[in-house]
């Protein structure tokens, strides 16, 4: 309160004049103190809604957040398991490319010790039938 609005309290109200201050000075009117009072409670009031709607927003803000930083670790996860696996896959394609390999050399050193075998067992044969 101001000093006038004090002494205006304490020793109250006459037209044109004003208790301890003498005339001239006009006291303040009751509509004034009470528009006064009134307008303090409207922004006290719009004060603590501010201050609510502000603690909400920052808690629906916080909760987005989180929820795109779990998003967000979701799709890390997804994309290191997508890149795990065609690194798998192309390990495992390289891996058969060179067993085949090795089982194509195996069966032509086979096939060749084979052939060699049968050539050898059909010159044996060949010179038996000759010598008689």
Do not use: W
Not at 80 to 104: F, P
Request: proline residues 2%.
């Amino acid at each position: 309160m101001t000093r006038d609005e004090i002494l205006y309290s304490v020793l109250g109200e006459r037209t044109c004049y004003v208790r301890g201050k003498g005339y001239g000075k006009k006291p303040p009117k009751k509509c004034n103190i009470q528009h006064a009072n009134i307008e303090a409670s409207v922004y006290s009031a719009m004060d603590i809604v501010r201050q609510e709607m502000q603690s909400e927003m920052d808690r629906k803000l916080q909760g987005e957040r989180e929820q795109i930083a779990a998003e967000l670790r979701r799709y890390i996860e997804l994309e290191l398991q997508r890149k795990l696996e065609i690194e798998l896959e192309r390990k495992l394609a390289d891996e058969r490319e060179h067993i085949n390999v090795e089982v194509d050399k195996r069966i032509h050193l086979e096939v060749d010790k084979r052939m060699h075998e049968q050539f050898a067992s059909f010159m044996t044969r060949m010179q038996q039938g000759q010598g008689t």
